[in-house]
């Protein structure tokens, strides 16, 4: 009886110190999460965004020029990351926290290949975005499309200024580049008008291709050729 009360007396030690080593686990945890979150909002005080570069003659009388996001830049990514008409069709999930963002920008958009901010000229500041994302192996010479812009500026031709900006950087920084693509969602009408107006080729649509949020989508492909770009630019001059 004494030893069976020994060997339980055991265990119940092993749980208790076992129970201790989780909530200290749970405490660094916590510790590190808040460390970062503090970092970040150092960071974030010390990095200004930069200043708008003067206007190219191609686009001279654009109100908007595109430039790196930067940490500094949480409060405005905000704005348009955690409306839920932006987010609507896009793969990110509405944002609540601006913890979360700031670990969104830091893992994800800093370094990203190529992820500018879409920036009022008149005042600096982002009021969208836009991105292109790279393929690997033999998928390279292509690049998918996405973009988001704040609710308030819909409807202002901003997006596609945006878009035709890309267009035609893009194809000059990846001279392995020779395809641009996007995937619309059948239900967003705007975008498609969007890539229309810059020139995109609507392609078709892929029935039932991806699932968005608990649903499945058919999906509108368009794309635009670096080939068919250069010849449009020839004619024009």
Same mark, same amino acid.
């Given at each position: 009886?004494?030893?069976? +009360? ?16 989780? #909530?200290?686990?749970?405490? %660094?945890? =916590? ?10 909002? %150092? ?8 200043? @708008?570069? @003067?206007? =190219?003659?191609?686009?001279? =009388? ?10 500094? /830049? &949480? ?14 069709? #896009? ?6 926290? %601006? /913890? ?26 982002? &009021?969208? !975005? ?5 393929? @690997? ?5 292509? *690049?998918?499309?996405?973009? !988001? +812009?704040?609710?308030?500026?819909? *409807? ?10 890309? !267009? ?6 990846? @001279?392995? +580049?020779? $395809? ?14 969007? +890539? ?8 078709? &649509? ?19 050729? /670096?080939?068919?770009?250069? $010849?449009? $630019?020839?004619?024009?001059?």
């Amino acid at each position: 009886m004494f030893s069976q +009360l020994l060997h339980n007396s055991a265990k119940v030690g092993e749980f208790v110190k076992l129970i201790f080593a989780n #909530c200290n686990h749970s405490r %660094k945890e =916590q510790h590190l999460k808040a460390s970062k979150i503090k970092f970040l909002t %150092k960071l974030t005080m010390a990095e200004p965004p930069p200043p @708008p570069p @003067p206007p =190219q003659s191609n686009h001279t =009388q654009s109100p908007i020029y595109l430039r790196r996001l930067t940490l500094s /830049d &949480v409060d405005d990514f905000m704005v348009w990351a955690s409306d839920d008409l932006v987010s609507r069709f #896009c793969r990110w999930d509405t944002f609540t926290s %601006k /913890d979360d963002a700031l670990n969104y920008l830091t893992t994800t958009v800093l370094p990203h290949p190529y992820f500018r901010a879409i920036c009022l000229r008149n005042n600096n500041r982002p &009021v969208g !975005a836009i991105h292109v994302e790279p393929f @690997p192996g033999n998928y390279r010479c292509k *690049g998918m499309l996405g973009y !988001a +812009l704040a609710s308030e500026y819909w *409807g202002r031709g901003i997006a596609s200024t945006a878009v035709e900006m890309v !267009a035609t950087e893009i194809f000059e920084e990846w @001279p392995h +580049l020779e $395809r641009l693509e996007a995937f619309v969602d059948v239900e967003n009408s705007a975008s498609m008008r969007v +890539l229309e107006k810059v020139g995109f080729v609507r392609e078709g &649509v892929m029935r039932k291709s991806y699932i968005l949020k608990g649903r499945t989508i058919d999906m509108v492909v368009f794309s635009m050729l /670096d080939s068919e770009r250069s $010849r449009k $630019r020839e004619i024009l001059i």
